[in-house]
């Protein structure tokens, strides 16, 4: 049984940076794709980035292309998601979610998913 916590959220000035980090026990995650998705008040949860924690394929939504960078630490059994260049656009809780590498779920998909974690909330305001 495999659970996730992400932590790392918090509030920061525009222009900043922030990294996130998705830390997961019960089993190992060389086999599963992770995604990060964010959702903002009053909006629809959407992908951001993805990686297949196999071979190292990664995603990213344009809204944060060349902003964000999405890593894995296996022996540490985490993923994490440097966000540089934070706006205000990108406030929102921010989700770690993983689902087996052969199930072939992916971003953007939103509801396929296996696992979620509780997520952390991003709040980039001056």
């Known amino acids: 049984q495999l659970q996730i916590v992400e932590s790392g959220g918090g509030l920061v000035q525009p222009g900043g940076s922030l990294r996130l980090s998705c830390a997961a026990s019960?089993?190992?995650?060389?086999?599963?794709?992770i995604g990060w998705y964010r959702q903002a008040p009053g909006k629809e949860r959407v992908g951001i980035s993805c990686i297949n924690n196999s071979d190292g394929t990664t995603y990213y939504a344009d809204s944060v292309k060349g902003r964000f960078t999405i890593s894995r630490d296996n022996a540490k059994n985490t993923v994490y998601l440097q966000m540089n260049s934070l706006k205000s656009e990108d406030t929102a809780r921010y989700y770690c979610t993983a689902a087996p590498v052969d199930t072939g779920i992916w971003c953007p998909s939103t509801y396929a998913w296996y696992y979620w974690g509780k997520g952390t909330l991003v709040t980039v305001s001056s």
């Open positions: 019960g089993s190992a995650l060389d086999n599963y794709n």
